[in-house]
């Protein structure tokens, strides 16, 4: 079992960045793929991207491509997704999720673990 807590979350003007950062505790986190999940208010919990447990291959979802940036190390059992170019629309609750699965997933559902969530608020 591992736990996850999220950090770095705040206010941040359009065009700003933010970094968070899931640090996790338990059973290591290099024995899963991570990823980071959004919600807003009134919307559905939402793919943002995820990392395979080498941190070799990334998956994006089209909304933030080019924009966000996830990394890991698996030696401070941390991963990061730096956020540039902030849009309004990233407001959401950002959360961090551990996947046991043997491949990188989008999927909401193949990932057992989950974080409280941090705040992201893009004033614009």
């Known amino acids: 079992q591992v736990q996850l807590v999220e950090s770095g979350g705040g206010l941040a003007q359009a065009g700003g960045s933010l970094r968070l950062s899931c640090a996790a505790s338990?059973?290591?986190?290099?024995?899963?793929?991570m990823g980071w999940f959004r919600q807003a208010p009134g919307k559905e919990r939402e793919f943002v991207v995820a990392i395979s447990k080498s941190g070799v291959s990334t998956v994006y979802a089209d909304s933030v491509k080019g924009r966000f940036t996830i990394s890991r190390d698996n030696a401070k059992n941390t991963v990061y997704l730096q956020m540039n170019s902030l849009k309004p629309e990233d407001t959401a609750v950002y959360y961090c999720a551990a996947s046991d699965q043997a491949w990188i997933t989008s999927r909401r559902n193949e990932y057992r673990y989950w974080g409280q969530g941090t705040q992201v608020t893009v004033s614009s």
């Open positions: 338990g059973r290591t986190s290099s024995n899963y793929a």
